[in-house]
Protein backbone atom coordinates (compact mmCIF):
# COMPACT_ATOMS: atom_id res chain seq x y z
CA UNK A 1 0.00 0.00 0.00
CA UNK A 2 1.61 3.00 -1.38
CA UNK A 3 2.13 5.57 1.75
CA UNK A 4 0.53 9.25 1.01
CA UNK A 5 1.88 12.98 2.08
CA UNK A 6 -1.30 14.46 3.59
CA UNK A 7 -1.68 17.98 2.96
CA UNK A 8 -1.91 20.33 6.08
CA UNK A 9 -5.99 20.85 4.98
CA UNK A 10 -6.32 16.92 6.10
CA UNK A 11 -4.10 16.80 8.80
CA UNK A 12 -6.35 19.31 10.09
CA UNK A 13 -8.90 17.39 9.66
CA UNK A 14 -7.89 14.41 11.86
CA UNK A 15 -6.66 17.07 14.41
CA UNK A 16 -9.87 19.35 14.42
CA UNK A 17 -12.90 17.72 13.69
CA UNK A 18 -14.84 20.99 12.90
CA UNK A 19 -15.73 24.14 11.20
CA UNK A 20 -18.91 26.95 11.87
CA UNK A 21 -19.51 29.17 9.58
CA UNK A 22 -22.29 31.16 10.72
CA UNK A 23 -21.23 34.72 10.96
CA UNK A 24 -26.47 53.83 -6.70
CA UNK A 25 -24.57 50.99 -7.53
CA UNK A 26 -20.53 50.26 -7.42
CA UNK A 27 -19.12 47.08 -8.70
CA UNK A 28 -16.42 44.72 -8.31
CA UNK A 29 -14.36 42.02 -10.33
CA UNK A 30 -12.71 38.95 -10.06
CA UNK A 31 -8.73 39.19 -9.74
CA UNK A 32 -7.62 36.52 -11.93
CA UNK A 33 -4.09 35.20 -11.21
CA UNK A 34 -1.74 32.76 -13.72
CA UNK A 35 0.75 30.32 -12.43
CA UNK A 36 1.89 26.73 -13.10
CA UNK A 37 -0.65 24.72 -11.27
CA UNK A 38 2.75 22.07 -11.30
CA UNK A 39 5.17 24.15 -9.61
CA UNK A 40 3.53 25.60 -7.02
CA UNK A 41 3.49 24.85 -2.93
CA UNK A 42 0.09 23.05 -1.54
CA UNK A 43 0.35 26.35 0.57
CA UNK A 44 0.07 28.46 -2.16
CA UNK A 45 -2.98 26.42 -3.47
CA UNK A 46 -4.93 26.51 -0.11
CA UNK A 47 -3.94 30.55 0.21
CA UNK A 48 -4.28 32.11 -3.31
CA UNK A 49 -7.26 31.15 -5.84
CA UNK A 50 -10.36 30.64 -6.14
CA UNK A 51 -11.25 27.21 -4.84
CA UNK A 52 -14.60 24.44 -5.67
CA UNK A 53 -14.76 22.33 -2.81
CA UNK A 54 -16.53 18.83 -4.37
CA UNK A 55 -18.82 16.80 -1.58
CA UNK A 56 -16.17 13.89 -2.27
CA UNK A 57 -13.69 15.74 -0.64
CA UNK A 58 -11.71 16.17 -3.64
CA UNK A 59 -10.60 20.41 -4.78
CA UNK A 60 -10.21 22.37 -7.65
CA UNK A 61 -8.03 25.66 -7.63
CA UNK A 62 -8.81 27.75 -10.30
CA UNK A 63 -7.20 30.75 -12.02
CA UNK A 64 -10.48 31.65 -14.06
CA UNK A 65 -13.94 30.03 -13.59
CA UNK A 66 -16.92 30.58 -16.25
CA UNK A 67 -20.01 30.29 -14.88
CA UNK A 68 -23.70 30.73 -16.41
CA UNK A 69 -26.94 32.06 -15.46
CA UNK A 70 -29.48 29.31 -16.52
CA UNK A 71 -26.63 26.00 -16.36
CA UNK A 72 -26.01 22.87 -13.91
CA UNK A 73 -22.69 23.53 -14.30
CA UNK A 74 -19.48 25.77 -14.53
CA UNK A 75 -16.46 25.12 -16.94
CA UNK A 76 -12.67 26.57 -14.62
CA UNK A 77 -9.15 26.37 -15.65
CA UNK A 78 -6.36 25.25 -12.81
CA UNK A 79 -5.34 22.97 -10.84
CA UNK A 80 -7.93 19.63 -9.83
CA UNK A 81 -6.44 17.80 -6.46
CA UNK A 82 -8.30 14.55 -5.15
CA UNK A 83 -9.12 14.40 -1.28
CA UNK A 84 -5.50 13.69 -0.32
CA UNK A 85 -4.49 16.75 -2.27
CA UNK A 86 -2.46 15.13 -4.94
CA UNK A 87 -2.24 17.07 -7.99
CA UNK A 88 -4.09 15.30 -10.73
CA UNK A 89 -4.31 17.37 -13.82
CA UNK A 90 -4.13 21.14 -14.46
CA UNK A 91 -5.14 22.77 -17.80
CA UNK A 92 -3.50 25.77 -18.04
CA UNK A 93 0.68 26.47 -18.03
CA UNK A 94 2.92 29.37 -16.05
CA UNK A 95 2.37 31.14 -18.93
CA UNK A 96 -1.63 31.16 -18.99
CA UNK A 97 -1.79 29.22 -22.22
CA UNK A 98 -4.57 26.53 -21.98
CA UNK A 99 -2.98 23.35 -22.42
CA UNK A 100 -5.77 21.13 -22.49
CA UNK A 101 -9.62 21.58 -21.98
CA UNK A 102 -11.38 23.11 -19.35
CA UNK A 103 -12.71 21.15 -16.29
CA UNK A 104 -16.59 20.56 -16.36
CA UNK A 105 -17.96 20.72 -12.88
CA UNK A 106 -21.40 20.07 -12.29
CA UNK A 107 -22.80 22.27 -9.60
CA UNK A 108 -24.84 19.87 -7.26
CA UNK A 109 -21.54 18.21 -6.62
CA UNK A 110 -20.20 21.57 -5.64
CA UNK A 111 -19.80 22.11 -1.33
CA UNK A 112 -18.52 25.49 -1.14
CA UNK A 113 -16.75 28.24 -3.87
CA UNK A 114 -14.44 30.30 -2.07
CA UNK A 115 -13.75 33.42 -4.03
CA UNK A 116 -12.28 37.27 -3.74
CA UNK A 117 -14.78 38.98 -5.67
CA UNK A 118 -18.61 37.89 -7.03
CA UNK A 119 -18.62 39.72 -10.54
CA UNK A 120 -18.29 37.12 -12.89
CA UNK A 121 -20.38 34.43 -10.88
CA UNK A 122 -23.93 33.72 -12.12
CA UNK A 123 -26.59 31.47 -11.74
CA UNK A 124 -26.63 28.65 -9.19
CA UNK A 125 -22.80 28.86 -8.25
CA UNK A 126 -23.67 31.96 -6.22
CA UNK A 127 -25.60 30.26 -3.51
CA UNK A 128 -22.58 28.37 -2.41
CA UNK A 129 -20.07 31.40 -2.59
CA UNK A 130 -17.91 32.39 0.21
CA UNK A 131 -16.24 35.52 -0.28
CA UNK A 132 -13.41 37.21 1.28
CA UNK A 133 -13.38 40.56 2.46
CA UNK A 134 -10.35 43.22 1.97
CA UNK A 135 -10.25 45.46 5.02
CA UNK A 136 -10.44 48.66 2.65
CA UNK A 137 -13.99 48.17 2.43
CA UNK A 138 -14.60 47.90 5.98
CA UNK A 139 -16.67 50.64 7.82
CA UNK A 140 -14.35 52.51 10.79
CA UNK A 141 -16.65 50.40 13.22
CA UNK A 142 -15.61 47.22 12.01
CA UNK A 143 -11.76 48.11 11.95
CA UNK A 144 -12.12 49.13 15.23
CA UNK A 145 -14.12 46.08 16.37
CA UNK A 146 -14.12 43.46 13.77
CA UNK A 147 -15.87 41.29 16.57
CA UNK A 148 -18.90 43.78 16.11
CA UNK A 149 -19.33 44.10 13.03
CA UNK A 150 -23.36 43.84 11.80
CA UNK A 151 -25.13 40.82 10.64
CA UNK A 152 -26.85 37.28 11.15
CA UNK A 153 -29.44 37.06 8.44
CA UNK A 154 -31.67 39.41 6.63
CA UNK A 155 -33.23 41.71 7.74
CA UNK A 156 -37.11 42.69 7.19
CA UNK A 157 -38.71 46.16 7.59
CA UNK A 158 -42.62 47.52 7.53
CA UNK A 159 -44.87 50.34 8.08
CA UNK A 160 -45.63 51.07 12.24
CA UNK A 161 -47.98 53.57 12.09
CA UNK A 162 -45.30 55.99 11.55
CA UNK A 163 -42.48 54.74 9.77
CA UNK A 164 -40.72 51.73 7.74
CA UNK A 165 -38.77 50.19 10.87
CA UNK A 166 -37.15 47.03 11.46
CA UNK A 167 -39.90 44.09 12.05
CA UNK A 168 -37.69 40.78 12.04
CA UNK A 169 -34.64 38.70 11.16
CA UNK A 170 -35.16 35.64 9.08
CA UNK A 171 -33.39 32.10 9.77
CA UNK A 172 -30.39 33.74 11.99
CA UNK A 173 -29.37 30.06 13.05
CA UNK A 174 -28.85 28.75 9.27
CA UNK A 175 -25.20 30.04 9.02
CA UNK A 176 -24.53 27.17 6.13
CA UNK A 177 -26.95 25.30 4.02
CA UNK A 178 -26.85 22.14 6.31
CA UNK A 179 -28.43 24.42 9.03
CA UNK A 180 -30.98 25.50 6.67
CA UNK A 181 -34.44 25.74 8.04
CA UNK A 182 -37.46 27.58 8.08
CA UNK A 183 -38.47 30.48 10.64
CA UNK A 184 -41.36 32.26 11.91
CA UNK A 185 -41.03 35.70 13.13
CA UNK A 186 -44.13 37.64 14.78
CA UNK A 187 -44.44 41.46 12.77
CA UNK A 188 -45.81 42.89 16.05
CA UNK A 189 -45.97 46.21 15.56
CA UNK A 190 -46.99 46.38 12.04
CA UNK A 191 -49.74 48.48 10.70
CA UNK A 192 -52.05 47.70 7.67
CA UNK A 193 -53.22 49.90 5.24
CA UNK A 194 -55.48 48.64 2.65
CA UNK A 195 -54.88 45.37 0.73
CA UNK A 196 -51.48 45.66 -0.20
CA UNK A 197 -48.45 44.64 2.25
CA UNK A 198 -45.53 46.10 1.73
CA UNK A 199 -42.32 44.08 3.16
CA UNK A 200 -38.69 45.33 3.04
CA UNK A 201 -35.86 42.88 3.22
CA UNK A 202 -32.45 43.98 2.82
CA UNK A 203 -29.05 42.45 2.90
CA UNK A 204 -27.46 45.10 5.49
CA UNK A 205 -24.11 42.66 6.21
CA UNK A 206 -20.92 41.52 4.47
CA UNK A 207 -22.82 38.13 3.99
CA UNK A 208 -24.32 36.11 1.09
CA UNK A 209 -28.00 35.65 1.67
CA UNK A 210 -29.81 32.55 -0.15
CA UNK A 211 -33.64 33.63 0.79
CA UNK A 212 -36.11 30.59 -0.69
CA UNK A 213 -38.81 31.55 0.63
CA UNK A 214 -40.93 35.02 2.07
CA UNK A 215 -44.26 34.04 3.01
CA UNK A 216 -46.70 35.65 5.11
CA UNK A 217 -48.50 33.76 7.71
CA UNK A 218 -52.28 36.55 8.30
CA UNK A 219 -54.76 35.78 11.39
CA UNK A 220 -57.87 37.65 11.93
CA UNK A 221 -57.16 39.65 14.86
CA UNK A 222 -60.27 40.15 17.54
CA UNK A 223 -60.35 43.56 18.40
CA UNK A 224 -59.68 42.83 22.65
CA UNK A 225 -57.14 39.62 21.92
CA UNK A 226 -53.98 38.92 20.02
CA UNK A 227 -52.83 35.76 18.10
CA UNK A 228 -49.10 34.54 19.23
CA UNK A 229 -47.00 31.35 18.23
CA UNK A 230 -45.64 28.59 19.77
CA UNK A 231 -41.96 27.61 19.21
CA UNK A 232 -43.79 24.32 17.07
CA UNK A 233 -45.82 26.75 14.72
CA UNK A 234 -49.26 26.62 16.48
CA UNK A 235 -51.19 29.84 16.47
CA UNK A 236 -53.60 30.58 19.54
CA UNK A 237 -56.11 33.41 20.03
CA UNK A 238 -55.14 34.73 23.42
CA UNK A 239 -57.16 37.10 25.77
CA UNK A 240 -56.61 38.63 29.27
CA UNK A 241 -53.31 39.15 29.24
CA UNK A 242 -51.85 40.25 32.13
CA UNK A 243 -48.27 41.64 33.41
CA UNK A 244 -46.72 40.00 36.25
CA UNK A 245 -46.92 41.76 39.56
CA UNK A 246 -43.64 41.22 40.54
CA UNK A 247 -40.71 40.18 38.16
CA UNK A 248 -36.66 39.78 39.68
CA UNK A 249 -33.48 39.00 38.58
CA UNK A 250 -29.46 39.32 40.29
CA UNK A 251 -30.19 42.99 39.71
CA UNK A 252 -33.28 43.07 42.13
CA UNK A 253 -36.98 44.29 40.59
CA UNK A 254 -36.65 44.24 36.59
CA UNK A 255 -40.63 44.75 36.04
CA UNK A 256 -40.45 48.04 34.44
CA UNK A 257 -38.22 46.56 31.97
CA UNK A 258 -40.84 43.42 30.25
CA UNK A 259 -44.92 45.20 31.34
CA UNK A 260 -44.65 46.37 27.82
CA UNK A 261 -43.16 44.77 24.13
CA UNK A 262 -41.25 48.89 24.31
CA UNK A 263 -37.83 47.87 23.45
CA UNK A 264 -37.04 48.72 27.20
CA UNK A 265 -35.09 45.46 27.76
CA UNK A 266 -34.04 43.72 30.69
CA UNK A 267 -30.66 42.55 30.23
CA UNK A 268 -27.16 42.09 31.88
CA UNK A 269 -23.62 41.70 31.20
CA UNK A 270 -22.24 38.48 31.40
CA UNK A 271 -20.04 36.71 33.87
CA UNK A 272 -16.45 37.96 33.68
CA UNK A 273 -15.19 34.60 34.55
CA UNK A 274 -17.56 32.20 32.22
CA UNK A 275 -19.48 33.12 29.71
CA UNK A 276 -21.85 30.11 29.84
CA UNK A 277 -22.99 31.25 33.29
CA UNK A 278 -26.43 31.48 34.16
CA UNK A 279 -28.87 33.46 36.05
CA UNK A 280 -32.52 33.20 36.88
CA UNK A 281 -35.03 35.87 35.95
CA UNK A 282 -38.47 35.00 38.66
CA UNK A 283 -42.09 36.63 38.03
CA UNK A 284 -45.02 36.83 40.34
CA UNK A 285 -48.50 36.30 38.95
CA UNK A 286 -51.66 36.76 40.98
CA UNK A 287 -55.39 36.00 40.75
CA UNK A 288 -55.31 34.20 37.31
CA UNK A 289 -58.68 33.28 36.28
CA UNK A 290 -59.10 29.01 35.13
CA UNK A 291 -58.13 27.48 32.04
CA UNK A 292 -55.80 27.23 29.80
CA UNK A 293 -52.59 30.09 30.03
CA UNK A 294 -49.53 30.35 28.39
CA UNK A 295 -45.96 32.58 29.28
CA UNK A 296 -45.69 35.67 26.58
CA UNK A 297 -41.96 36.42 26.18
CA UNK A 298 -40.76 38.85 24.01
CA UNK A 299 -36.53 38.67 23.17
CA UNK A 300 -33.79 38.08 21.19
CA UNK A 301 -29.86 37.62 21.95
CA UNK A 302 -27.53 40.35 22.56
CA UNK A 303 -23.69 40.21 20.83
CA UNK A 304 -22.19 37.39 22.67
CA UNK A 305 -23.28 34.76 20.12
CA UNK A 306 -22.11 36.77 17.36
CA UNK A 307 -18.35 37.62 19.06
CA UNK A 308 -18.20 33.78 19.59
CA UNK A 309 -19.09 33.04 15.59
CA UNK A 310 -17.16 36.02 14.57
CA UNK A 311 -13.83 34.64 16.63
CA UNK A 312 -14.61 31.24 15.63
CA UNK A 313 -13.91 31.67 11.85
CA UNK A 314 -10.89 34.13 12.85
CA UNK A 315 -9.55 31.17 14.75
CA UNK A 316 -10.07 28.87 11.55
CA UNK A 317 -8.46 31.46 9.08
CA UNK A 318 -7.75 30.34 6.00
CA UNK A 319 -8.98 27.01 6.96
CA UNK A 320 -12.26 27.88 7.53
CA UNK A 321 -14.22 27.55 3.66
CA UNK A 322 -12.15 24.05 3.49
CA UNK A 323 -13.98 22.94 7.16
CA UNK A 324 -17.44 24.70 5.71
CA UNK A 325 -17.35 22.85 2.51
CA UNK A 326 -16.70 19.25 4.85
CA UNK A 327 -20.14 19.89 6.72
CA UNK A 328 -21.89 21.60 3.66
CA UNK A 329 -20.53 17.30 2.39
CA UNK A 330 -22.85 15.63 5.13
CA UNK A 331 -19.61 15.27 7.88
CA UNK A 332 -22.32 14.68 10.75
CA UNK A 333 -19.91 14.45 13.65
CA UNK A 334 -19.05 18.27 12.70
CA UNK A 335 -22.50 19.20 12.12
CA UNK A 336 -22.93 17.90 16.53
CA UNK A 337 -20.22 19.68 17.30
CA UNK A 338 -21.46 23.22 15.94
CA UNK A 339 -24.72 21.94 17.70
CA UNK A 340 -22.66 21.43 21.00
CA UNK A 341 -20.94 24.71 20.97
CA UNK A 342 -24.86 26.61 20.88
CA UNK A 343 -26.01 23.78 23.64
CA UNK A 344 -23.67 25.33 25.50
CA UNK A 345 -24.86 28.56 25.73
CA UNK A 346 -28.49 27.36 25.85
CA UNK A 347 -31.82 29.19 25.38
CA UNK A 348 -34.29 30.19 27.82
CA UNK A 349 -35.67 27.82 29.97
CA UNK A 350 -39.21 28.34 31.38
CA UNK A 351 -40.40 26.23 34.67
CA UNK A 352 -43.33 26.82 36.75
CA UNK A 353 -43.54 26.34 40.37
CA UNK A 354 -45.92 23.43 41.36
CA UNK A 355 -48.57 22.76 44.16
CA UNK A 356 -45.50 21.30 46.01
CA UNK A 357 -43.39 24.06 45.55
CA UNK A 358 -41.37 22.00 43.13
CA UNK A 359 -39.80 23.98 39.97
CA UNK A 360 -40.97 22.17 36.89
CA UNK A 361 -39.17 22.67 33.47
CA UNK A 362 -42.01 23.35 30.87
CA UNK A 363 -39.93 24.54 27.21
CA UNK A 364 -37.34 26.01 26.46
CA UNK A 365 -37.18 28.85 23.57
CA UNK A 366 -33.89 28.66 21.26
CA UNK A 367 -34.38 30.86 18.85
CA UNK A 368 -31.13 33.11 17.64
CA UNK A 369 -30.54 36.42 16.29
CA UNK A 370 -29.28 39.22 17.98
CA UNK A 371 -31.07 42.09 15.38
CA UNK A 372 -35.57 42.10 16.00
CA UNK A 373 -36.86 40.73 19.06
CA UNK A 374 -39.58 38.22 18.45
CA UNK A 375 -42.76 37.08 20.29
CA UNK A 376 -42.95 33.34 21.72
CA UNK A 377 -45.92 31.56 23.20
CA UNK A 378 -45.46 28.99 25.66
CA UNK A 379 -47.90 26.67 27.11
CA UNK A 380 -48.37 26.17 30.28
CA UNK A 381 -49.93 22.80 32.29
CA UNK A 382 -53.41 23.34 34.03
CA UNK A 383 -53.01 24.39 37.19
CA UNK A 384 -55.37 25.35 39.63
CA UNK A 385 -53.96 28.23 41.49
CA UNK A 386 -54.84 31.54 41.57
CA UNK A 387 -50.87 32.44 41.89
CA UNK A 388 -48.45 31.34 39.73
CA UNK A 389 -44.70 31.64 39.75
CA UNK A 390 -42.55 31.29 36.97
CA UNK A 391 -38.38 31.07 36.38
CA UNK A 392 -36.64 31.35 33.52
CA UNK A 393 -33.16 30.44 33.71
CA UNK A 394 -30.92 31.84 30.99
CA UNK A 395 -27.22 32.11 30.26
CA UNK A 396 -26.06 35.53 31.74
CA UNK A 397 -25.56 38.28 29.19
CA UNK A 398 -27.00 36.18 26.61
CA UNK A 399 -30.66 37.75 26.32
CA UNK A 400 -32.81 41.05 26.14
CA UNK A 401 -36.03 40.24 27.32
CA UNK A 402 -38.57 43.23 26.21
CA UNK A 403 -41.53 41.43 27.30
CA UNK A 404 -43.18 38.89 29.68
CA UNK A 405 -47.01 37.97 29.91
CA UNK A 406 -49.39 35.97 30.76
CA UNK A 407 -52.33 35.46 28.93
CA UNK A 408 -55.19 32.77 28.29
CA UNK A 409 -55.27 30.60 25.41
CA UNK A 410 -58.49 30.62 23.57
CA UNK A 411 -59.00 28.58 20.46
CA UNK A 412 -56.18 27.54 17.96
CA UNK A 413 -56.00 28.62 14.34
CA UNK A 414 -54.50 27.78 11.45
CA UNK A 415 -53.61 30.86 9.81
CA UNK A 416 -54.09 31.98 6.04
CA UNK A 417 -50.67 31.07 3.38
CA UNK A 418 -49.88 34.34 1.38
CA UNK A 419 -46.96 33.79 -0.88
CA UNK A 420 -45.35 37.41 -2.60
CA UNK A 421 -47.14 38.85 -5.68
CA UNK A 422 -44.84 41.14 -6.68
CA UNK A 423 -40.56 41.41 -5.99
CA UNK A 424 -38.87 44.49 -7.11
CA UNK A 425 -35.13 45.39 -6.74
CA UNK A 426 -33.80 48.21 -5.99
CA UNK A 427 -31.32 49.66 -8.02
CA UNK A 428 -28.40 47.04 -8.56
CA UNK A 429 -29.50 45.20 -6.23
CA UNK A 430 -28.73 41.75 -6.89
CA UNK A 431 -29.22 39.35 -9.85
CA UNK A 432 -32.89 40.61 -10.31
CA UNK A 433 -36.09 38.97 -8.65
CA UNK A 434 -36.57 35.91 -10.63
CA UNK A 435 -37.21 33.96 -7.90
CA UNK A 436 -40.45 34.26 -6.87
CA UNK A 437 -39.77 32.68 -2.94
CA UNK A 438 -42.49 30.26 -2.79
CA UNK A 439 -39.66 27.30 -1.43
CA UNK A 440 -39.66 25.18 -4.18
CA UNK A 441 -37.76 26.92 -7.39
CA UNK A 442 -34.55 28.92 -7.41
CA UNK A 443 -33.93 31.28 -4.37
CA UNK A 444 -33.50 34.76 -4.17
CA UNK A 445 -29.11 35.11 -3.65
CA UNK A 446 -28.76 38.68 -2.56
CA UNK A 447 -25.32 40.26 -1.04
CA UNK A 448 -24.26 43.23 0.38
CA UNK A 449 -26.45 46.42 0.66
CA UNK A 450 -28.64 44.73 -1.41
CA UNK A 451 -32.55 45.64 -1.02
CA UNK A 452 -36.14 44.43 -2.38
CA UNK A 453 -39.30 45.22 -2.06
CA UNK A 454 -41.89 42.35 -1.56
CA UNK A 455 -45.94 42.85 -1.96
CA UNK A 456 -48.83 40.77 -0.40
CA UNK A 457 -52.36 40.90 -1.10
CA UNK A 458 -54.23 40.41 1.34
CA UNK A 459 -57.67 38.60 1.32
CA UNK A 460 -59.75 41.46 3.07
CA UNK A 461 -59.22 45.13 4.05
CA UNK A 462 -61.62 45.34 6.22
CA UNK A 463 -59.92 42.44 8.65
CA UNK A 464 -57.45 43.53 11.22
CA UNK A 465 -55.08 41.05 10.79
CA UNK A 466 -52.15 39.37 13.29
CA UNK A 467 -49.26 38.89 10.17
CA UNK A 468 -46.41 36.61 10.83
CA UNK A 469 -43.61 35.95 8.59
CA UNK A 470 -42.36 32.22 7.77
CA UNK A 471 -39.06 33.01 5.84
CA UNK A 472 -36.78 30.43 4.88
CA UNK A 473 -32.77 30.06 3.30
CA UNK A 474 -29.15 30.62 4.98
CA UNK A 475 -26.48 32.53 4.93
CA UNK A 476 -22.65 32.90 3.85
CA UNK A 477 -20.45 35.15 6.44
CA UNK A 478 -17.49 36.58 4.16
CA UNK A 479 -14.32 36.33 5.44
CA UNK A 480 -12.82 39.45 6.94
CA UNK A 481 -9.25 39.19 5.79
CA UNK A 482 -8.82 41.27 9.15
CA UNK A 483 -9.39 37.91 10.55
CA UNK A 484 -7.01 35.52 9.25
CA UNK A 485 -4.21 37.17 11.14
CA UNK A 486 -6.01 35.44 13.95
CA UNK A 487 -5.60 32.27 12.74
CA UNK A 488 -4.92 29.89 15.47
CA UNK A 489 -5.76 26.31 14.63
CA UNK A 490 -5.21 24.55 18.37
CA UNK A 491 -7.63 27.64 19.71
CA UNK A 492 -10.65 26.55 17.27
CA UNK A 493 -9.97 22.98 18.43
CA UNK A 494 -10.34 23.90 21.63
CA UNK A 495 -13.44 26.05 21.09
CA UNK A 496 -15.03 23.03 19.32
CA UNK A 497 -13.89 20.01 21.34
CA UNK A 498 -14.51 21.45 24.53
CA UNK A 499 -16.70 24.78 24.73
CA UNK A 500 -17.37 24.81 28.36
CA UNK A 501 -14.21 25.18 29.34
CA UNK A 502 -13.64 27.54 26.36
CA UNK A 503 -16.34 29.91 27.22
CA UNK A 504 -14.04 30.35 30.92
CA UNK A 505 -10.99 30.89 29.04
CA UNK A 506 -12.57 33.22 26.39
CA UNK A 507 -14.38 35.04 28.87
CA UNK A 508 -11.64 38.10 29.84
CA UNK A 509 -11.21 38.63 25.97
CA UNK A 510 -14.97 38.97 25.31
CA UNK A 511 -15.27 41.60 28.99
CA UNK A 512 -13.24 43.90 27.51
CA UNK A 513 -14.56 44.76 23.56
CA UNK A 514 -18.35 43.91 25.77
CA UNK A 515 -18.98 47.35 26.53
CA UNK A 516 -18.57 49.02 22.63
CA UNK A 517 -20.17 46.24 20.78
CA UNK A 518 -23.85 47.68 20.53
CA UNK A 519 -22.30 50.53 19.03
CA UNK A 520 -20.09 49.09 16.80
CA UNK A 521 -23.27 46.46 15.39
CA UNK A 522 -25.91 49.05 14.77
CA UNK A 523 -23.35 51.66 13.42
CA UNK A 524 -21.94 49.15 11.02
CA UNK A 525 -24.68 48.34 8.74
CA UNK A 526 -23.41 47.66 5.23
CA UNK A 527 -25.00 50.24 2.38
CA UNK A 528 -24.47 50.11 -1.14
CA UNK A 529 -22.67 53.44 -2.44
CA UNK A 530 -24.14 55.47 -5.53
Known amino acids: MRQRNLSPEVIILFIIPFLVITAGCSSTRLIRELSNPSMVSHSDLTKKHLKVHMKDGSLYVLD ?34 IVDTSFHIMISEVALLEANRITGLKGKILALALVGVPTAILTIYCITNPKACFGSCPTFYSWDGSDTTLMAEGFSSSILKAFEKEDIDMLYWTKLSGNIFHLQMKNEALETHIVRQADLLVVPRPKTERVFATENGEFFETSDIQSPVSCNASEGDCLDAVKLMDHKERYCTTDPKNLASKEFIEMHFENVPGGKHGLIIGCKQTLLTTYLFYQSLANLGNSAGYFASRIESGDKSLIKKVDNVWNTLGGIEISIQNQDGKWEKIDEIQEM ?10 KLPEFRLKNINIRLKLTKGLWRIDYLALGNIDQRIDPIVIEPSRIIPACGSGTGASSILDGNGDPLVTFPGDVYDIFYELPDNSIDYEIFLKSKGYYLEWIRESWLGEENLKKAAFYFMFPRLYMKKDAGKFKILEPSMEESFWSSKYVKKS
Open 64 to 97: SLITYSNADYAEGYGTYLNPYRDIVKYNIDKSGI
Open 369 to 378: GPIASDVHLV
